[in-house]
């Protein structure tokens, strides 16, 4: 069976929905209870993991899926930002976030460069590439992205440029030379399998 992931980002907490920097929170109300109502709708799973943030977990066990924690699937460390609002970031090193978002592959916060989430996101994914079958894991937004970028080879700065929502599923697909980008949609219900494409080539 050919290799594929889904990349599912995790549902709504507190910290998300007032654009904290790497907030680890559990889901919110109506996070927990989106995540419920999509249980089982990614059909025949044969592997899955999960971020080592709570929130990821979370979302995992409430999509009913038994997930293996990856440090490498966990947000990127924006080191002494972490926990702080974008507003207050922005009050207090305006010129250092201003840089860091015209400039990823700097690390101005003292934590990670998004070249570094890519590179261990890449090594994830090279991983996943010798498995069979559908690969599920529960991620974030950043880590999301940078498969992204890294599958269709972007430039850096398009990093910033992918909206990637809570819940919803990026498909990846590799005939084992390379990855391609199926799809970014929200989770919704399973649909089968199409043989061919261009991952499968």
């Given at each position: 069976?050919?290799?594929?992931?889904t990349l599912?980002?995790?549902a709504t907490t507190?910290?998300?929905?007032?654009?904290?920097?790497?907030?680890?929170?559990?889901?919110?109300?109506?996070?927990?209870?989106?995540?419920?109502?999509?249980?089982?709708?990614?059909?025949?799973?044969?592997?899955c993991?999960?971020?080592?943030?709570?929130?990821?977990?979370?979302?995992?066990?409430?999509?009913?899926?038994n997930?293996?924690?990856?440090?490498r699937?966990?947000d990127?460390?924006y080191?002494?930002w972490?926990?702080?609002?974008?507003?207050?970031?922005?009050?207090?090193?305006?010129?250092?976030l201003?840089?860091?978002?015209?400039?990823?592959s700097?690390?101005?916060?003292?934590?990670?460069?998004i070249?570094?989430?890519?590179?261990?996101?890449?090594?994830?994914?090279t991983?996943?590439?010798?498995?069979?079958?559908?690969?599920?894991?529960v991620?974030?937004?950043?880590?999301?992205?940078?498969?992204?970028?890294?599958?269709?080879?972007?430039?850096?700065p398009?990093f910033?440029?992918i909206?990637?929502?809570?819940?919803?599923?990026?498909?990846?697909?590799?005939?084992?030379r390379?990855?391609?980008?199926?799809s970014?949609?929200p989770?919704?219900?399973?649909e089968?399998?199409?043989?061919?494409?261009?991952?499968?080539?």
């Amino acid at each position: 069976m050919t290799p594929r992931i889904t990349l599912i980002c995790h549902a709504t907490t507190r910290a998300l929905r007032s654009a904290t920097f790497g907030g680890d929170e559990p889901l919110d109300e109506a996070g927990r209870a989106r995540s419920q109502r999509l249980a089982g709708r990614l059909g025949a799973v044969d592997a899955c993991w999960t971020s080592p943030a709570l929130c990821a977990r979370e979302t995992a066990a409430a999509l009913g899926l038994n997930a293996t924690v990856d440090e490498r699937l966990g947000d990127c460390d924006y080191g002494r930002w972490k926990g702080l609002k974008f507003q207050q970031v922005l009050l207090r090193e305006p010129r250092k976030l201003v840089a860091w978002i015209r400039m990823p592959s700097t690390a101005p916060h003292g934590g990670e460069s998004i070249p570094q989430v890519l590179q261990r996101v890449a090594s994830w994914m090279t991983e996943r590439g010798r498995d069979r079958g559908h690969t599920v894991a529960v991620t974030h937004s950043a880590v999301i992205r940078a498969a992204v970028v890294h599958v269709i080879q972007a430039e850096l700065p398009s990093f910033w440029r992918i909206d990637i929502l809570p819940l919803s599923q990026t498909e990846l697909r590799t005939n084992g030379r390379r990855w391609v980008l199926r799809s970014i949609a929200p989770l919704s219900a399973a649909e089968p399998e199409a043989e061919g494409g261009e991952g499968t080539q």
